[in-house]
């Protein structure tokens, strides 16, 4: 994001970083400007440790509340000095998080966070940018302010650690859900072996435990289920080992940002590895039996990169996608929007050691000057936002791309692309929405950044899962914002086999964050939130930072689609059971969707999860997960809408995190886990 001296704000283009970066050439760096003659280029080897990233300055923050620092007044300490935290927090958090910003949270959902939350992320973190002229006295002004109190004492949380050693990571026998997907093809099945809950036995499924993310608002990584271990991130930067049958604690890894991802787990002659990525563009690896750090790797330079797909391990090289904040950036009419590029890089799984990076587009070039006088970049955009999947019968790796932020628009924007899995060459790619270039300065007041041919921010957030067809063909699948579920040939260089469009798509609308797939079917949720402008007061309603009130429409959106897998044909199709008046509610179904043998289970923004019949989209089991729950951790905890992660299932038990604050959606901090009558 853009740096902040003492006055002025100053473009990314001009940050001063330290001088063995300022003037790199290399390929990826973001203050580069060298052409590549087109071609999209393949870094291989470049590598940054986590010591060398000391003291640079990289963007420290997930994308809801890095928003609130967009479009905020750049003021010096000394106008702060005598102001209130009620002043303060107006003048550099209010436009936002009372404004409607998608992805910001609001004043109530900053409420929850704790006094030291709130500070930290002021002074060090999320915040950092917008707390760096500001003193002790002035961030604990804006913690009084939001909190409405006087700082309470830290509350210290009862010793939740197990009593035991548990079973063996290793042992193979136990039933295991791995990383995004289950496997590299990221088909998001659950087999009945490893499930362990028959279909029969889903409607007697009741809550067995809870666990509380401390101090947190947003419950948005999905956990993995390997040798007796749960393991999941949070939005604060925590990292934990659960037992899956109990919820006690093995052991808590502090990663300092948060973390987004599904874990990966990898077992080789070294023992048992946890890799993930965070919100700053770290990827790691953790021993999985103690928590203890083994390497952490830098994968990306851009100050705006960061991690949300869940990294992909095979054959010993660990596959990490990387997307980026800077489509938000870009609010800032002083930012220099846009240099970000999508890429995969490919590590040792054993050191972290870089072995390629492949970026979805050339480098930026300047583009000219925006209205507000500040140098314009392009292209840039095309972030990863899913883990990648792997095809080891062609030695491919596939992913889905979201749109270009600035122009020129690029042909491998909103996209599948299919790189080598040996030298990271780009072997194909197939565009299926031309000429999205967007940012969310198109959606402000403060359109400087956004491009003269605003496209519709249809990006893919989801996998492309790789099927086996009954003609014995092949086809990779993914799902679109734009509302179209698309099917190609991955051995004929992404021919389109077959394409449904389920939904009208919007810029938060048509598929989201994944489907499932299962011998005859493809599962598919449906979001397309819809927004309604209503009268000031209205239950539900929220401000926006373009004036008046918008709530989310509860008739608009939802549903669960089954598509048969050659054809793309609708074998059944569930709506939304309704929102039955609940102010704020909307029947959107944006979370990813999980399949066991006979039942798919899919979450929705009115935060119920729902099992589905297989064969006929029946409803048979739907269970409320806004409450407050009791934790065995002892931290506070509610349930809030279900958004992002889907429902992992292994062992006879379904795990789902609830709480994930987004556009008018409702806060949350649990995992909870169901089992058969509760036992």
Request: proline share 5%; aromatic share 8%.
């Amino acid at each position: 994001m853009a740096k902040y001296d003492k006055l002025t704000c100053v473009s990314a283009a001009s940050t001063d970083l330290p001088a063995g970066l300022k003037e790199s050439s290399s390929p990826g760096h973001p203050c580069s400007r060298s052409g590549l003659n087109g071609k999209i280029p393949v870094d291989r080897g470049r590598t940054m440790s986590s010591e060398n990233a000391v003291g640079l300055i990289w963007l420290q923050c997930s994308i809801g509340l890095l928003l609130a620092m967009i479009g905020i007044s750049c003021s010096g300490a000394e106008e702060a000095t005598a102001q209130s935290g009620e002043a303060l927090y107006q003048q550099r958090c209010a436009s936002c998080h009372e404004g409607g910003v998608a992805r910001a949270p609001d004043r109530d959902a900053l409420r929850q966070l704790s006094d030291q939350r709130i500070g930290f992320q002021i002074a060090y973190g999320l915040m950092s940018a917008q707390g760096r002229d500001l003193s002790k006295d002035q961030i604990g002004a804006i913690t009084r302010y939001l909190k409405g109190t006087t700082p309470a004492p830290a509350f210290e949380l009862p010793d939740s650690r197990c009593r035991d050693d548990g079973p063996k990571l290793a042992d193979a026998a136990l039933p295991r859900w791995n990383g995004w997907g289950v496997d590299i093809r990221q088909h998001r099945f659950q087999p009945a072996d490893t499930a362990r809950l028959a279909a029969d036995d889903v409607s007697r499924l009741k809550l067995k435990w809870a666990f509380g993310f401390p101090g947190d608002v947003r419950a948005f990584a999905q956990p993995t289920v390997w040798g007796g271990r749960l393991f999941v991130g949070s939005a604060g930067g925590k990292v934990y080992a659960l037992d899956a049958s109990t919820g006690c604690q093995r052991w808590v890894f502090d990663a300092g940002f948060g973390v987004r991802s599904a874990v990966t787990i990898g077992e080789d002659e070294r023992g048992v590895t946890a890799y993930f990525g965070d919100q700053r563009g770290n990827a790691y690896a953790l021993d999985a039996e103690t928590g203890r750090l083994k390497w952490t790797r830098r994968v990306e330079e851009h100050q705006a990169a960061m991690i949300t797909g869940a990294p992909t391990l095979a054959d010993g090289i660990l596959y990490v996608p990387v997307s980026s904040l800077e489509e938000a950036l870009a609010a800032d009419p002083r930012y220099g929007c846009c240099s970000f590029r999508g890429l995969i890089v490919a590590l040792d799984a054993a050191t972290g050691e870089v072995k390629w990076r492949s970026y979805v587009s050339p480098p930026a070039q300047a583009q000219g000057i925006s209205s507000m006088g500040v140098q314009l970049f392009g292209p840039s955009g095309g972030a990863i936002w899913s883990a990648p999947t792997v095809d080891v019968k062609t030695n491919t790796i596939y992913a889905t791309t979201g749109d270009s932020y600035s122009n020129p628009a690029q042909d491998t924007s909103d996209a599948f692309v299919a790189f080598d899995l040996v030298d990271g060459n780009l072997k194909w790619s197939r565009q299926m929405t031309t000429s999205d270039a967007y940012n969310v300065a198109c959606s402000s007041q403060y359109r400087a950044n956004c491009p003269d041919k605003k496209g519709p921010d249809f990006d893919f957030g989801s996998s492309a899962i790789l099927v086996d067809l009954a003609d014995g063909k092949r086809a990779l699948i993914a799902g679109q914002k734009s509302g179209m579920v698309h099917a190609l040939d991955p051995d004929h260089g992404g021919a389109i086999v077959w394409q449904r469009r389920i939904g009208q798509g919007t810029t938060l609308g048509g598929v989201q964050w994944g489907m499932a797939v299962d011998d005859e079917n493809v599962y598919v949720a449906l979001s397309d939130v819809g927004l309604e402008r209503v009268a000031p007061g209205t239950p539900g309603a929220q401000k926006t930072i373009m004036g008046g009130e918008l709530k989310m429409d509860p008739r608009q959106g939802g549903g669960l689609f089954a598509l048969k897998l050659a054809t793309g044909e609708v074998a059944w199709h569930t709506p939304h059971p309704g929102c039955n008046d609940k102010p704020g509610c909307s029947p959107a179904q944006s979370a990813a969707v999980t399949a066991i043998p006979g039942v798919v289970f899919s979450g929705g923004l009115d935060g119920h999860l729902r099992a589905y019949v297989a064969k006929t989209g029946e409803i048979i089991w739907d269970v409320d997960t806004i409450k407050d729950y009791t934790t065995v951790n002892g931290a506070a905890g509610h349930g809030g809408s279900l958004d992002g992660p889907g429902a992992v299932v292994a062992g006879g038990m379904l795990y789902v995190n609830s709480g994930y604050t987004n556009y008018g959606t409702l806060p949350g901090n649990v995992l909870l886990a169901f089992s058969v009558d509760g036992n």
